[in-house]
């Protein structure tokens, strides 16, 4: 199963690959070079295909946990003054993704959207400590019952050209579902109230919608 925003991205890869084998296979007369651009084709469908999966879960709501909301490795876990919405201190944990994790942006508690807000940026590699402010990035605030507004930032990366976010103001938000998507490696940062018991360690590896970041 593949995510709505990758299904343009697959059809002309797709295409690109089938062209390009058959001019390979027409044009050049050696097996060794024709059998070399075929492979590296199939590797370029793959990594494609690779990045856009959107695997079925079954997730476990619970309003008493705040979920991770992106596969990948925890490489954040500190007490931050949060300056754009709550303008007060916080607990931060922060998600890294890799181009080869699932790039699906979960909503880590479920609630009323009362904040979403798009900020144009850098693109400095996602683990830069200046990232959260400079690169370009998305804010959605989710206020929860049990953990009241709980903030959660897409951040692009170097190789991160879009971050896609569906969340508006006033919706309500479901835990676990689809808050958007970012394109190519990233992170996702998430600030809970200082007294969020802490559920992950650094350098843990989690995944969107199933591992609990907090209780």
């Known amino acids: 199963m593949f995510h709505k925003e990758g299904h343009k991205i697959i059809l002309i890869t797709l295409s690109l690959c089938i062209v390009?084998?058959?001019?390979?296979?027409y044009f050049v007369e050696n097996s060794i070079i024709k059998g070399g651009i075929i492979i590296s084709l199939i590797i370029l469908l793959v990594l494609i295909l690779q990045f856009f999966r959107n695997p079925k879960r079954a997730f476990s709501l619970n309003e008493d946990h705040v979920l991770?909301?992106?596969?990948?490795?925890?490489?954040?876990?500190?007490?931050?003054f949060e300056k754009e919405y709550y303008n007060e201190k916080r607990l931060q944990v922060s998600v890294f993704m890799s181009p080869i994790n699932v790039h699906v942006t979960r909503y880590p508690v479920g609630g009323d959207v009362v904040y979403s807000k798009y900020h144009p940026g850098k693109f400095l590699v996602a683990w830069h400590p200046k990232s959260s402010e400079e690169n370009e990035r998305t804010t959605?605030?989710?206020?929860?019952?049990?953990?009241?507004?709980?903030?959660?930032?897409q951040i692009a990366g170097a190789l991160a050209k879009r971050i896609v976010n569906y969340a508006e103001e006033g919706q309500t938000a479901t835990q676990a579902d689809d808050s958007g998507f970012i394109k190519f490696g990233s992170r996702v940062d998430v600030f809970l109230p200082l007294d969020a018991n802490i559920t992950v360690s650094l350098?843990?590896?989690?995944?969107?919608?199933?591992?609990?970041?907090?209780s």
């Open 20 to 25: 390009l084998s058959l001019i390979a296979d």
């Open 68 to 80: 991770s909301p992106v596969d990948g490795k925890v490489v954040v876990i500190e007490e931050v």
């Open 140 to 153: 959605v605030v989710v206020r929860s019952k049990k953990f009241g507004d709980v903030l959660h930032r």
């Open 203 to 214: 350098n843990q590896k989690v995944k969107g919608g199933i591992t609990i970041l907090a």
